[in-house]
């Protein structure tokens, strides 16, 4: 089988992610306030800051689970303007991985795999099994494809996740907090996986405050507080010389 699903398709210019000037209320309250940010195909871009800042409205926004009311997001060249159609096609194209995992526990690891590729692709049964069985292994859990979901640990469940993401050969991968949950050695396996998909050419964006992976992964890291990009720069940069009061507040708090 030829899985080469994380190369970049398009060499044309053509962002992965195009947002402008999104804006987004709840209610009165203003989450996300003229957030701009363009990803071309294959970089890694890691945001962090406050809870509260805006972050998981932000990411959701980019698969379409949730609306906005202001601006402009385009995937792969594709607007999201909520309609249902141009959704499913959208979110054919983005994965995303949440801090709970959310896997199906009535079924095994192997089906929870083979659900969505099967009812949302259109995938064969046996493709579904072929694709999943790959993705398993890349994550190193071939062993445990029979297995239900709570037989195995937190972090195992975080890398069936993704697994089961990729099983749908997305070509961006959006991480919400993937290891936020997870004790440190946990942690470090799901981080395992991220930097081997990165090493790929995946495009991902990821919410996290793992700056060690930021550090080494990241082709940019953003921060965000109070519904607003901060700031924005090369990990070097970020680290070693924040531009910005609040960020260098933050980074104390957090390494
Ligand atoms: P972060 O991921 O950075 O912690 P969120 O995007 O989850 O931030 O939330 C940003 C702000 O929006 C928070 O103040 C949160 O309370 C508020 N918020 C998030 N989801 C909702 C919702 N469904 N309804 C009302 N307020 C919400
Ligand atoms: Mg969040």
Redesign the pocket.
Known sequence: MTCNTHAPKRTDGVPAIDVRALQKH??S?Q?LKDVTLSIAPGRRVVIC??????????IRCMNGLERFDGGELHINGLAINGKARRLDLIRRDVGMVFQHFNLFPHVSILENLMIAPMKVRGKSKAEAESLARFYLERVKLSAHADKRPLAISGGQQQRVAIARALCMEPRIMLF?EPTSALDPEMTREVLDVMVGLAGDGMTMVC?THEMGFARSVADEVIF?DA?RIVERNVPDVFFQAPAHDRTRAFLQQII
């Open positions: 709840y209610g309250f989450v800051g406050p809870s509260g800042s805006g972050k998981s409205t932000l919400d919410v965000m519904g």
